[in-house]
């Protein structure tokens, strides 16, 4: 069956601009959560949706948002862009968060300049 | 702190051989779950194996097992058999909600 995917793999910006991420879920599975991965932080947790609903979220300015379709494909929004989002961003989706392990895409690569 | 602490940045292991990773977790609660990730450089995490806290015995899975310490707070992550595929950062986690900050693992031919 199809993986999460996450599309764009690449993505430039200008600081100040914003950005939109996409990410679709294995096909049944209703936890989407997305993670910020960088060489200094690791992997920092932003927020999980299910079934549309934002369940919980990490410590993250609110220039970092998301939200949840119905058909369970995930966007997180960063706006007015840094230097310092320059990161991997990941999506992972689940059945349900507690009960069962996570489930990655590849990625979106960001840089900002 | 809801902190999960992986002391060793780099471990390295004869292929063959068996090699433990350690990890420590600070939380308050009764009931959570633990997992262990991999990354291999193609960056795709990768669940390993998952522990839930209330139960005792310890998970396994294939080459991969841990040892759960629920008073100490710990979940190290053992693989036997080591192969060159095993080659890859290790995540543990807890939760989901928290990371680790990962251990690079070499498998040596």
């Known amino acids: 069956k199809a993986g999460v995917t996450q599309t764009p793999r690449y993505l430039i910006k200008t600081r100040g601009q914003q950005v939109t991420l996409s990410c679709s879920p294995i096909?049944?599975?209703?936890?989407v959560s997305w993670y910020q991965q960088t060489p200094g932080q690791g992997l920092q947790f932003l927020f999980e949706y299910f079934s549309e609903t934002q369940r919980n979220k990490g410590n993250f300015p609110g220039r970092f948002s998301g939200r949840q379709f119905s058909n369970s494909r995930s966007e997180m929004n960063v706006s007015t862009l840094e230097l310092g989002d320059s990161a991997l961003y990941l999506c992972?989706?689940?059945?349900?968060?507690?009960?069962?392990?996570?489930?990655f895409g590849s990625g979106t690569r960001l840089t900002v300049v | 702190a809801q902190t999960v602490t992986q002391s060793q940045p780099e471990m390295s292991v004869q292929e063959a051989e068996t090699v433990t990773l350690s990890c420590t977790y600070d939380?308050?609660?009764?009931?959570?779950?633990l997992f262990w990730y991999k990354q291999p450089p193609s960056r795709q995490m990768i669940l390993v194996i998952r522990q839930e806290a209330y139960k005792q015995q310890n998970a396994t899975e294939n080459r991969f097992s841990v040892n759960f310490q629920k008073a100490a707070k710990s979940f190290s992550l053992k693989i036997s058999d080591s192969q060159l595929g095993d080659a890859a950062m290790y995540f543990c986690?807890?939760?989901?909600?928290?990371f680790g900050t990962g251990t690079r693992l070499t498998v040596i031919p």
């Open positions: 939380t308050s609660e009764s009931d959570y779950y």
């Open positions: 986690a807890r939760d989901n909600l928290f």
């Open positions: 992972a989706s689940s059945r349900d968060r507690a009960n069962y392990g996570y489930t």
């Open positions: 096909s049944g599975h209703r936890s």
